[in-house]
C-alpha cells in the first residue's frame, strides 16, 4: 500500500482538516464508505484535500435543505458538493505526482466526444489539459474536480442526451436529458469499474442504428473537411436520355456520395447509368424514384455536407432519449420515414410502409409492448375528433353518421341509451355538447381502423391498425393520421406478432377471422416490443445512409437549441 504523507502544520483548524481526511481515508480503505477512488490506493497529501474542501460549496446538512436544480447535474457546484462527501472528500483522479492512469482514460473520452455526436469543449477538455502537466495542489485539487464534474456530464450526454433541448421545448422533448440523474450513484459506477474504458464506452446506446449512425457521422465529417460538394445550378426539369450541360455537375454529386461509382467529365447525356444513381439518390432522401431530376431532387444535391453533419448528430441524440437495447426481437416505426420493420437479432424480417399522425396530431415517441390484436374492432371517435370533425359534417349532411355506420349513444356511460343521429338538429349542437355524446363506429369494410388493431396500452392511447384507405400508402409523404399508426400489410404483421411454439395462427386463420366480420380480441403468445421512433437519418441493411424529411420540423428546434448552448458558451 502507498504511505499516506501527513503534513506537519501547527494551525488547529488544519489539524481538524488533517485528522478528517485521514479517518475518511481509513474508512475508505476499510470498505466502510463505499468505492474507492482512483487515488485512495496511491499517495494523497493533505495539502491537495484542503484545497478540495475549497471547491466543496455546500455541506450535506445544507444540500438536504437547498432547492436543487433537477437535474442534480446542471450545476457543477451542487454536483461537486454531493459527490466528494461520498468518497471521504478524497481527490478521485490525481495524487501528489499528478493525474493518475484513470485520469489519463477520462479525459481521452472527454477528448474524443465528437465522435458521439458531442462537444469536447462543452466538457472543459482546454482547461483539463492545461492543468495536466501542473503539480501545484491548489491545481491538482482543481483539475480533479474539473474530470469529475465534466465526466458526470459526458456520462448523462452521452447517455440520455443534452439537458438543452429539453428546455427549447419541453412538450416535444420531454424525454431528453434525466431529471432523476444521480451523480453520486453514477460517480460510484465510475469509481467501481474494474476497466474504466469499458464502462464508458457502454453509456451510448449499443444497438446497430446507433452505431451504424455514429460510423456514418465520421465519413459525413471527413467529406465536409475535405469541401463537400459543389452545387448543382437550378434549370429545366431532366429526363433521362437528354443531354444537358448540368450532367457532369451531376455526376460528380453522385460520386461524392457513393451513389454513381464511377464518372466522365465531359457527357452531357443522362444515362441509364445516371439514372440508376439517381433513383438511388432519391430513395436515400425520401423523394419519389422516378429518375426525373427536377427542383427537389437538385435540392437535396445542394444540401451542404456540414448541414447533414448536423443532421446525422441530431438522430443520434434521438437515440439517446430511447432504449438503449432495443431487445433481439421488436417492431420498429420510423414516423419520419412512413415506415415500420421487424427486427430479429438485428437482421429486418419484415417491411412494411405506414401513414403516420398529420402536423396538428404528431404521433408521439416511446416505447411499449403489442400485448393484443383487435379483430373487427370498433372504432370509439374520440371526443375532440366528434367536436372537430364529425359535428361540421352532420350539419352539412344529417345522414352521416348512418351512412359510416357509426353509432350514437346519449353518453359516455355503460347504461347511455342509443339515439338516431338523423333526427338530432345538429345546427343547434354545441362543440361542448358534441363531446358527451359517444359515437362508434361499427366493424365492416368503412370502419376507420380497417379490419384489425394492434394494441399497446399507453398514455397516448396510441395504436397501430388497418385502414380501408389503401391509396394512401402509394403516396411518398404520408402524415394523415389523427396519431395512430395506418399499416400497410396487418395481416403479415399479425402472423408474425401471433407465432407461438404452436404457430396455429396462420395467414389463412387470420383471414379467415376477419371475413368472419365478428369481433375477436387476441392475446399475444408473448408481448412483442414496439419502438416509435423518430428518425430523419438512419442507415438501412445494405449500409446505405438516408436523408429523409423532417415532418415534424423537429430537427431544426433541436439543433437550434443546441446551437443556441453552444453560442452561449463562446460568449
Not at 162 to 188: C, H, V, W, Y
Amino acid at each position: 500500500m502507498h504511505p499516506i504523507t501527513v503534513m506537519h502544520d501547527l494551525n488547529p483548524r488544519h489539524g481538524l482538516i488533517r485528522l478528517s481526511v485521514v479517518f475518511a481515508l481509513f474508512l475508505l480503505l476499510c470498505g466502510m464508505a463505499g468505492p474507492r477512488p482512483a487515488a485512495a490506493a496511491a499517495e494523497v497529501s493533505l495539502p491537495i484535500s484542503r484545497e478540495l474542501l475549497s471547491h466543496i460549496k455546500y455541506t450535506p446538512e445544507q444540500l438536504q435543505t437547498l432547492e436543487l436544480p433537477r437535474p442534480l447535474i446542471a450545476s457543477q457546484d451542487h454536483c461537486i458538493s454531493a459527490v466528494y462527501p461520498t468518497v471521504g472528500n478524497l481527490p478521485i483522479w490525481v495524487a501528489d505526482d499528478g493525474p493518475t492512469e484513470r485520469a489519463a482514460i477520462a479525459l481521452r473520452f472527454l477528448q474524443s466526444a465528437a465522435e458521439e455526436g458531442l462537444r469536447p469543449e462543452d466538457y472543459a477538455v482546454e482547461e483539463i489539459i492545461r492543468l495536466w502537466p501542473l503539480r501545484s495542489a491548489a491545481d491538482l485539487a482543481l483539475l480533479d474536480t474539473l474530470l469529475t464534474y465534466n465526466l458526470l456530464l459526458y456520462a448523462h450526454d452521452v447517455s440520455y442526451g443534452q439537458l438543452e433541448s429539453r428546455s427549447a421545448n419541453p412538450k416535444i422533448f420531454n424525454d431528453t436529458g434525466r431529471q432523476d440523474f444521480d451523480p453520486t450513484a453514477a460517480m460510484r459506477s465510475i469509481i467501481a469499474a474494474p476497466d474504466l474504458a469499458v464502462h464508458l464506452a457502454s453509456l451510448p446506446p449499443v444497438h446497430r442504428h446507433y452505431r451504424a449512425l455514429k460510423t456514418a457521422l465520421q465519413k459525413y465529417r471527413t467529406l465536409a473537411a475535405a469541401g463537400g460538394w459543389q452545387s448543382v445550378p437550378s434549370g429545366a426539369t431532366l429526363h433521362p436520355g437528354e443531354l444537358d450541360p448540368r450532367v457532369p455537375a451531376i455526376r460528380i454529386r453522385l460520386h461524392i456520395t457513393g451513389d454513381l461509382e464511377t464518372i466522365d467529365h465531359s457527357d452531357t447525356l443522362y444515362d441509364n447509368s445516371l439514372k440508376q444513381a439517381v433513383i438511388t439518390f432519391q430513395k436515400r432522401y425520401g423523394l419519389e424514384p422516378d429518375g426525373v431530376i427536377g427542383n427537389q431532387t437538385i435540392a437535396a444535391m445542394n444540401i451542404p455536407a456540414k448541414r447533414l453533419v448536423s443532421q446525422i448528430i441530431v438522430n443520434m441524440t434521438r437515440w439517446r432519449w430511447q432504449a438503449h437495447d432495443l431487445g433481439e426481437k421488436y417492431v420498429l416505426v420510423n414516423i419520419a420515414g412512413y415506415n415500420l420493420k421487424v427486427v430479429e437479432k438485428d437482421e429486418v424480417v419484415l417491411e412494411m410502409p405506414v401513414i403516420v399522425g398529420e402536423l396538428e396530431n404528431q404521433t408521439p415517441i416511446f416505447s411499449d409492448l403489442i400485448q393484443y390484436i383487435d379483430f373487427n374492432p370498433y372504432w370509439v371517435i374520440t371526443r375532440s375528433i366528434a367536436s372537430k370533425e364529425e359535428l361540421p359534417r352532420l350539419r352539412q349532411n344529417p345522414r352521416y353518421l348512418v351512412d359510416r355506420n357509426v353509432r350514437l349513444f346519449s353518453s359516455w356511460d355503460p347504461d347511455a341509451v342509443e339515439l338516431d343521429s338523423t333526427r338530432v338538429n345538429w345546427n343547434a349542437i354545441s362543440p361542448e355538447q358534441m363531446a358527451r355524446y359517444k359515437l362508434r363506429q361499427e366493424p365492416g369494410p368503412l370502419n376507420a381502423l380497417g379490419r384489425m388493431k394492434f394494441v399497446f396500452p399507453n398514455r397516448f392511447a396510441i395504436y397501430m391498425h388497418d385502414t380501408p384507405k389503401r391509396d394512401l400508402f402509394s403516396q411518398s409523404a404520408r402524415n394523415f393520421s389523427h396519431g395512430c399508426i395506418r399499416v400497410s400489410d396487418p395481416v403479415s404483421l399479425a402472423a408474425y406478432a401471433l407465432a407461438g411454439e404452436k404457430r396455429d395462427w396462420t395467414v389463412e386463420r387470420i383471414k379467415a377471422t376477419i371475413d368472419s366480420g365478428r369481433r375477436k380480441v387476441v392475446n399475444l403468445p408473448a408481448p412483442l416490443t414496439v419502438h416509435l421512433t423518430y428518425q430523419t437519418t438512419w442507415v438501412d441493411k445494405e449500409g446505405s445512409i438516408h436523408f429523409n424529411r423532417d415532418i415534424y420540423g423537429r430537427d431544426t428546434e433541436l439543433s437550434l437549441a443546441l446551437l443556441e448552448k453552444n453560442s452561449n458558451l463562446n460568449n
